[in-house]
């Protein structure tokens, strides 16, 4: 257990619906990353929040938007969902500011799926 | 572009026997490089965390080697058990820890399956 928990577990949706995903990180965990893990691949990091405040971004369109609260949860949005957008959907909390040494601790992911 | 390339792509042992991952960088500049395990429908768990000045880190029955002048980095596993069966991913991180994003770099993993 990492501490790190991910809401709702599964998920289903149809084309050009949006969808908000859900993260609590470990108390005290400054930094929350999201990654999107398509099946059989690596993890590819879409973006990562530090305090509140965008920290980061990967290669990943507009319509995939977060959030940070001070309560140390987040959420990941996604617009006009696509049917690539199916996979497992992966947030990440550390303690620093996201730094290249940050231990990170995953949750279990939540898996989307696009119809 | 940074890329990760790690091999086999699957593996398949009996319990008890050792086996060996390996993972291919090509990350510029390189600051570290982690394992982690991910079972199935779960999130990964780091195993080890190696910057440039360490060749081997252990953890338990996990052993990870780091050759920083070839870029390759291999996993060990010692004695393997049920419970290993998961899929193994190498992340390499580079070298911009400006605290202004998080740099790593995914392999796409290998997936080992140990069997009685």
């Known amino acids: 257990e990492t501490g790190v928990t991910q809401s709702p577990t599964h998920l289903i949706k149809t084309r050009g619906q949006q969808v908000t995903l859900r993260c609590s990180s470990q108390?005290?965990?400054?930094?929350v990353s999201w990654y999107q893990q398509a099946l059989g691949q690596g993890p590819q990091f879409i973006f990562q929040?530090?305090?509140?405040?965008?920290?980061g971004r990967g290669n990943f369109p507009p319509r995939f938007s977060g959030l940070q609260f001070p309560n140390y949860s987040s959420e990941l949005n996604v617009n006009a969902l696509e049917l690539d957008d199916s996979a497992l959907y992966l947030c990440?909390?550390?303690?620093?500011?996201?730094?290249?040494?940050?231990?990170?601790?995953f949750g279990p992911g939540t898996r989307l799926t696009v119809l | 572009k940074n890329q990760v390339e790690q091999s086999p792509q699957s593996l398949i042992i009996l319990e008890g026997k050792n086996c060996t991952l390996q993972?291919?960088?090509?990350?510029?500049?390189?600051?570290?490089l982690r394992w982690y395990k991910q079972d199935t429908g779960r999130g990964p768990v780091s195993l080890t965390i190696?910057?440039?000045?360490?060749n081997t880190k252990s953890n338990g029955r996990y052993t990870a080697t780091l050759d920083a002048d070839t870029k390759q980095s291999s996993l060990h596993i010692t004695a393997s058990q049920l419970s290993d069966s998961a899929s193994y991913i190498c992340?390499?991180?580079?070298?911009?820890?400006?605290?202004?994003?998080?740099?790593?770099?995914f392999g796409t993993g290998t997936q080992l399956k140990v069997e009685l």
């Open positions: 990440a909390s550390s303690l620093g500011r996201g730094g290249s040494t940050d231990t990170q601790y």
């Open positions: 108390s005290g965990h400054n930094t």
């Open positions: 929040y530090y305090r509140e405040e965008e920290n």
């Open positions: 993972c291919n960088y090509t990350v510029s500049p390189f600051s570290n």
């Open positions: 190696m910057t440039f000045s360490e």
């Open positions: 992340v390499v991180s580079d070298g911009f820890d400006t605290g202004g994003g998080n740099k790593l770099t």
